[in-house]
DNA sequence: CAATGGCATTGACGAACGTCGATATGTGAC
DNA sequence: GTCACATATCGACGTTCGTCAATGCCATTG
């Protein structure tokens, strides 16, 4: 079986590739609106503290001090994240463990890709 | 006449990974100022169409009609593309071509590539 | 049960964005 | 120089975004 263990969702086939020719509306929707969740530098910041993480996963009690933000406003911009599918949210207890999706960003980058 | 007398910048190193460790501020916003030029549809649809011509380039006139928005606002959103390095923008006679800058849109994949 | 703690939602605000029409700038043709 | 054409800039408009304080929801603890 040569097939991937796990993590199909967003891994493989996200979006069309930029350079791979002329893009319909509905590609360059879903492609910028992915982006967009890339275009706030809060928003970046936090995908590198969860990735940073000792585990790859951090709560919003984890993440508001760092971002120097309150607490609905890191908890706004992790909805936002996960909604574009950037990021798995996991209820544990009382914590909401945020991770990011194994692939989603690769996924993104080969959509920027030139050639290789 | 373009102001940039070469381009060497953004194809090497533009910005840190996302993934590899926390970002100060700094590193975030200039990550964040490359992905809001790419967080929306019609810049997205644009880089496209200048991806998919024959010679890697176009002119405004040649895009305004397959975006279907003014001519103002097309060459607004070339106006961003050109402020952070993604494109090019050459006067030939009457003409402004613009093409995508080499290495430009790998360099920012780079940034998001996970380590394989 | 009530109390506590972690997180999400709501409503509001100013700032930034995307778009356009009108106009300015600049280039080549006559 | 004058005209026509391609593009850039300006001013304005409605919309979206990022942020916060206040509040609500849910799970754990006593």
Redesign the interface.
């Known amino acids: 079986m040569t097939t991937l263990p796990l993590l199909p969702p967003a891994a493989v086939a996200c979006c069309s590739p ?6 319909d ?1 509905s590609q ?2 879903t ?3 992915m ?11 936090l ?3 969860i ?2 993480a000792d585990d790859q996963e951090a709560c919003v009690c984890d993440l508001t001090e ?1 971002v120097g933000l309150s607490q609905p406003t890191v908890s706004h911009h992790m909805k936002l994240l996960v909604e574009t599918g950037l990021v798995a949210r996991e209820q544990r207890g009382r914590w909401a463990y945020f991770s ?1 999706v194994p692939g989603a ?2 996924a ?7 050639s290789s």
Chains 1, 2 share one sequence.
């Open positions: 930029v350079t791979g020719g002329i893009l509306d360059a929707e492609l910028a609106r982006f967009k969740a890339l275009g706030d530098p809060t928003r970046v910041k995908l590198s503290i990735a940073a760092p990011i960003l690769d993104l980058a080969s959509t920027l890709a030139s």
